[in-house]
């Protein structure tokens, strides 16, 4: 078996999937669609979690649009559906990643 039987059509595999994927963070609620960021501040604001026909009432806006609109941010890792329940997903913090390793190195001096 030559180096491209197997091994290449694994390697050409990895190649289409090699893209890591950032994670989410607060800033990119900024270049959602006025209707997506509008979900996300409400279920970010609410006092307890909702469901989608709950959502969809204080947003005055149908049902099925809304459910259309958390899926669709569901999708993309925004928002997730616990118990029925809507709730923001954990976002990649800047403020939590230190730099570089930065501080580690400096314990040896």
């Known amino acids: 078996m030559s180096t491209e039987g197997m091994f290449g059509r694994l390697t050409g595999r990895m190649d289409d999937t090699d893209e890591v994927a950032t994670p989410l963070t607060v800033s990119d609620l900024l270049e ?51 118990d029925g329940k809507l709730k923001i997903s954990p976002m990649h913090s800047a403020a939590r990643v230190s730099p570089g390793g930065l501080w580690g190195q400096l314990n040896d001096l």
């Not at 959602?32 to 709950?54: N, S």
């Open 32 to 82: 959602f669609p006025d209707d997506e960021r509008a979900i996300v501040r409400h279920i970010l604001r609410a006092p307890t979690p909702l469901t989608v026909t709950e959502l969809a009432a204080e947003l005055g806006e149908p049902a099925d649009t809304v459910a259309k609109l958390v899926g669709a941010l569901s999708m993309r890792g925004v928002v997730a559906a616990v």
